[in-house]
């Protein structure tokens, strides 16, 4: 399985939601929390992205809280 990075923030409610199926999906993954990851926040505006958040894979990158995508990960 590809590695799996979700950007987060506090407080960030479609944050904990996707953050939550995915432990009970058990897909493993990599959280960077933007608040305290400075460069990766940078970044993140830097391209476009404007909600969190953001899933990043190896064949695709999206926003917000997805529970299909979530589960196809699973799968």
Same mark, same amino acid.
């Given at each position: 399985?590809?590695?799996?990075? +979700?950007?987060?923030?506090? %407080? ?21 929390? +933007? ?9 993140? +505006?830097?391209? %476009? ?14 926003? %917000? ?11």
């Amino acid at each position: 399985m590809n590695e799996i990075v +979700v950007y987060t923030r506090n %407080g960030c409610q479609s944050c904990e939601a996707t953050k939550r199926l995915l432990k009970k999906l058990d897909v493993d993954f990599t959280e960077v929390n +933007v608040e305290e990851d400075q460069e990766s926040a940078q970044w993140l +505006v830097d391209e %476009g992205w404007r909600s969190l958040p953001v899933v990043s894979t190896e064949n695709e990158w999206w926003s %917000g809280f997805q529970p299909k995508k979530l589960q196809e990960l699973a799968a």
